[in-house]
């Protein structure tokens, strides 16, 4: 039986970041039962790098954004990934919304985010023509990045050290014993096994169902998982913006916001739809929702100009609550040598590097 030190489950971006970490010092294997890495979360999303403004102190959100965005921009200098960090516009649209902004300045003072700063009426008419808002505050350490090259990045770095990442690979199971773990993997239909000391569940929207696989892993341990989709609406032509910008939070999300990709293209979203069943299809009954919400802060939209895009799914624990990242090494579930990650949605991407180096430390 072929032997590997570590075994990664899941080519999206955490998965990704780990391996590249982890195979400066020990051989690693990354397998997807996808064609290629990425595919699910990590391509379907703003590709937004986050400052670490809204997440409570003692969270690993907090940390590992905060911790993760410094990574990633310095990572990004010495891999030459394309990345913009053009700053982000946090508004409250009413005096009703003026105590939500001035707790989430708190919250990133708390979080070692010193960086925010006020926007007058004038400042904001300047930067963000046409956007209405009563008050604002200015996040500068807030950009863009290229996901698929930062992905490409952390492919090179594994594959530099002699890891490897194989696709059209699906995880079977997994047998606990005494040295480490036996893996049952399907190879593009072709049965295979190896054997590993770490096993890593980094499945993203998979990861529960990956969990039931291991055996010796008890159900308590294995949160629920709830699928929530949200769409994109990207936006035709001429615009006014050069920064992000963002409405107060909601209850799953960060509302309706307004992003930039590399080329500068306007683009709405993400709504949520909690959903049964993995499906990337577009309602398009959501366009005159867009309107209303973008309206509310930028009366000059042009309906006719909004465009379905995409869609993305990110992996809630719960349908009525926010939540952490969940990273679990054998001092929660008593299996050694295993790391499972669960619930990890934004701002996985900004905190990719640090959720690493945090996996790390555990094993």
């Known amino acids: 039986m072929d032997h590997v030190e570590t075994v990664i489950i899941g080519a999206g971006v955490i998965g990704l970041a780990i391996a590249a970490r982890l195979s400066q010092t020990r051989s690693v294997l990354v397998i997807d039962q996808m064609g290629q890495f990425g595919e699910h979360t990590s391509s379907r999303n703003s590709e937004v790098i986050h400052a670490g403004l809204y997440y ?45 902004l001035a707790a989430i300045e708190a919250q990133a003072k708390r979080n070692g985010v010193c960086d925010l700063t006020p926007l007058s ?45 194989v696709c059209h690979t699906r995880f079977d199971s997994a047998e606990h014993t005494a040295s480490g773990f036996h893996i049952a993997l399907d190879c593009d239909g072709e049965a295979f ?12 929207l998979f990861a529960q169902d990956n969990a039931k696989r291991i055996n010796g892993l008890g159900e308590r341990h294995i949160p629920q998982s709830h699928l ?36 500068g293209q306007l683009r709405f979203g993400p709504d949520t739809h909690f959903i049964d069943r993995l499906d990337y299809q577009l309602d398009p009954d959501a366009k005159a929702r867009f309107v ?14 909004l465009k379905p895009d995409y869609a993305g799914i990110r992996p809630k624990l719960s349908r009525d609550k926010g939540q952490d990242f969940v990273i679990e090494g054998h001092q929660h579930h008593q299996v050694n040598g ?10 996985g991407l900004t905190a990719s590097l640090a959720i690493a180096e945090y996996v790390e430390a555990q094993l």
Not at 77 to 99: C, N, Y
Not at 135 to 152: C, E, K, N, V, W
Not at 193 to 204: E, F, H, K, Q
Not at 292 to 305: C, N, V
């Open 56 to 100: 409570d102190e003692h969270s690993l959100k907090a940390r590992l954004c905060v911790r993760g965005k410094a990574l990633l921009y310095a990572h990004c200098a010495r891999f030459h990934v394309p990345v913009k960090q053009l700053g982000k516009i946090l508004f409250a649209r009413t005096a009703s919304e003026h105590d939500k």
């Open 292 to 305: 209303e919400a973008i309206q509310s802060y930028w009366p000059a939209l042009d309906p006719e100009r």
């Open 121 to 165: 009426q004038t400042q904001v008419g300047d930067m963000a023509p046409g956007l209405s808002a009563s008050a604002a505050l200015f996040s500068p350490s807030t950009g863009i990045i290229d996901s698929h090259q930062f992905m490409l990045s952390l492919v090179h770095q594994l594959e530099q050290a002699g890891g490897n990442l």
């Open 193 to 204: 096994a190896l054997s590993c000391d770490t096993l890593i569940n980094a499945g993203g």
């Open 338 to 347: 295993l790391i499972n990650l669960f619930g990890i949605e934004s701002p």
């Open 228 to 263: 929530c989709r949200g769409q994109y609406f990207s936006y035709q032509g001429h615009h006014p913006f050069s920064n992000l910008i963002y409405p107060m939070p909601e209850q799953h999300g960060l509302g309706i916001h307004a992003t930039l990709d590399m080329a």
